[in-house]
């Protein structure tokens, strides 16, 4: 997992080189909605022979920074406003006499009934902004090429 704007990486291992005539190309390539992150490799050619060399692959999520909107509703400020009303018409209700108390108590059990959805339906605002990407990195020699994706969850 990443967070958007950041970067991450990670090493890929590389084994088994004696069986390649040829050099062994590396490539990355990234899958998911626009816009696509970046991702790039430390090796993109190992000689033949060489003996178990690794590539530090670079997944940059710089421009999801922009691209994620900012969240409308921060429920736990909007919940903290319901409690601090709520609270406030329930120090109010005694001061009044008791017809004036019941249209207090109705006027604020209306006003919660209508807010406390907003707050409680909401769910989590930033699950609404993960992005999952699929990162292929290829291994190719010849004839013979391997691939191996890996997901990459940016927040």
Same mark, same amino acid.
């Given at each position: 997992?990443?967070?958007? /704007?950041?970067?991450?990486?990670?090493?890929?291992?590389?084994?088994?080189?004696?069986?390649?005539?040829?050099? %062994?190309? %590396?490539?990355?390539?990234?899958?998911?909605? &626009?816009? %696509?992150?970046?991702?790039?490799?430390?090796?993109?050619?190992?000689?033949?022979?060489?003996? &178990?060399?690794?590539? #530090?692959?670079?997944?940059?999520? /710089?421009?999801?920074?922009?691209?994620?909107? &900012?969240?409308?509703?921060?429920?736990?400020?909007?919940?903290?406003?319901? +409690?601090?009303? /709520?609270?406030?018409?329930?120090? %109010?209700?005694?001061?009044?006499?008791?017809?004036? !108390? #019941? !249209?207090? =108590?109705?006027?604020?059990?209306? +006003?919660?009934? &209508?807010?406390?959805?907003?707050?409680?339906? /909401?769910?989590?605002?930033?699950?609404?902004?993960?992005?999952?990407?699929?990162?292929?990195? =290829? =291994?190719?020699?010849?004839?013979?090429?391997?691939?191996?994706?890996?997901?990459?969850?940016? !927040?």
């Amino acid at each position: 997992m990443v967070a958007a /704007g950041g970067q991450v990486t990670d090493v890929i291992s590389i084994s088994e080189q004696g069986a390649f005539s040829s050099a %062994l190309q %590396l490539s990355c390539s990234v899958v998911g909605t &626009a816009p %696509l992150p970046s991702c790039s490799l430390s090796l993109n050619s190992i000689p033949p022979g060489a003996n &178990a060399p690794s590539s #530090k692959l670079t997944f940059s999520a /710089g421009a999801l920074a922009a691209s994620l909107p &900012a969240p409308f509703i921060h429920t736990g400020s909007l919940l903290a406003s319901v +409690l601090s009303l /709520g609270m406030l018409g329930f120090v %109010l209700v005694p001061k009044f006499d008791k017809q004036h !108390r #019941k !249209r207090w =108590a109705l006027r604020v059990m209306m +006003l919660l009934v &209508a807010i406390l959805p907003i707050a409680c339906g /909401g769910g989590s605002t930033t699950s609404q902004h993960v992005k999952i990407y699929v990162v292929t990195v =290829a =291994a190719t020699s010849g004839a013979l090429q391997h691939t191996t994706a890996i997901t990459v969850t940016v !927040r």
